[in-house]
């Protein structure tokens, strides 16, 4: 049963960066791919990125030029950093697995993680 | 970007009843979307994929059609743990987009 545990500071400031780490019990690192997705306080879901296990990631053109995904097989943890941070960005953080490297649907989540910015 | 556009955004059933909610996609995406259920303070738990295809565990009541550009999703007759938000997600190319979500509720 494969299960995703995430952690990471919940409370920040305005221009400060984020860093959350999500960790894979249960199943493989390699082999499949890795997403952020977030959801805004009463929002929808907006998909941060995605990443497979040797590092090559797709980022929202919204949230690119702030957002590094990164893995550590050795580890089975992958990361998420998002610099120069707005009130705009407070929201709950999933941490996700894909069904399969080529069926890029969400079948795992992580609990969730929420992180509010501040000036 | 792809834009999904679910309707209704809200709508208020009592159980027993069949509900539908519908998805666009404002191009073609094939076959490639799930459902996805969310209650309050939960990650979101996968319905459908492949438009049509039960995620394993998930009631037989649930059902999805669709291609291209129109999805449906239907609940056959409405349980009480059915009362979530529902949520359609495009995974033909990325971004990976999401509807607005549909929140289905207790009339």
């Known amino acids: 049963q494969v299960q995703l545990q995430q952690w990471g500071a919940g409370l920040l400031k305005t221009s400060e960066t984020l860093s959350l780490t999500c960790a894979v019990y249960?199943?493989?690192?390699?082999?499949?791919?890795w997403a952020w997705i977030r959801q805004p306080p009463g929002k929808g879901l907006e998909w941060i990125g995605e990443?497979?296990?040797?590092?090559?990631?797709s980022y929202n053109p919204s949230l690119v030029s702030r957002v590094t995904m990164s893995g550590d097989t050795s580890k089975n943890q992958f990361s998420l950093r998002m610099t120069s941070l707005t009130v705009a960005d407070t929201a709950v953080y999933f941490c996700?697995?894909?069904?399969?490297?080529?069926?890029?649907?969400?079948?795992?989540w992580g609990q969730g993680s929420l992180v509010t910015v501040s000036s | 970007d792809i834009q999904m556009t679910q309707s209704p955004s809200y709508l208020s059933a009592s159980v027993g009843d069949r509900v539908t909610v519908t998805c666009r996609a404002s191009?073609?995406?094939?076959?490639?979307l799930a459902w996805y259920q969310q209650r309050p303070g939960k990650p979101p738990n996968l319905l459908l994929y492949?438009?049509?295809r039960l995620q394993s565990g998930v009631p037989s009541r649930f059902s999805g059609s669709g291609s291209e550009t129109y999805f449906t999703l239907t609940i056959s007759s409405l349980q009480p743990e059915d009362f979530a938000t529902y949520y359609c997600?495009?995974?033909?190319?990325?971004?990976?987009?999401f509807g607005q979500g549909t929140k289905v509720d207790i009339k």
């Open positions: 996700a697995r894909y069904s399969s490297s080529w069926s890029k649907y969400v079948q795992h």
């Open positions: 249960g199943g493989s690192f390699s082999g499949y791919y």
């Open positions: 990443m497979n296990n040797i590092g090559s990631a």
């Open positions: 191009q073609g995406i094939s076959g490639s």
């Open positions: 492949s438009a049509s």
């Open positions: 997600q495009q995974y033909y190319n990325t971004p990976r987009t």
